[in-house]
């Protein structure tokens, strides 16, 4: 399972990148193989503003529908397009090819409630197998 150091995560295994004050949001590896085969994405709409915690996307996987839920506050500036015609980038490229939205973040102190890589590591620890 690959967990970039570059990256925060949250413990419903969404991950984030910040870059100045913008934050790309996507789904883990371990997120994605619990999932299974992904075959459909619903992302919000440019403009949209999502609240940290909160419903901002919807996986559909052969297994399950499952809640995206916003690492941060903001609002919705770009989401990935490429995403919603092959939504199985999500499964073969989570962190790069595969990301859902990005945002602009309304306040960066909400990343003290995001887990660095290696405190995301010791959570997965912990789950139940």
Known sequence: MSIPG???YTKD????KIEGATAIIGISDHAQ?????ITFVELPKIGDRVVQGKHC???????????V?????????KINTELLQHPEL????????GWFIAIEIDNIKEKDSLMLESEYVH???QLPS
């Open 69 to 77: 839920y916003a690492p941060f506050s903001g609002k919705v500036i």
């Open 13 to 16: 295994h969404e991950w984030v």
């Open 33 to 37: 193989h619990a999932l299974g085969d």
């Open 57 to 67: 996307a919807t996986v559909e996987s052969v297994k399950a529908a499952s809640d």
């Open 123 to 125: 959570y997965l620890t």
């Open 6 to 8: 570059n990256l925060l």
């Open 90 to 97: 999500a499964n073969q490229s989570p962190y790069s090819q």
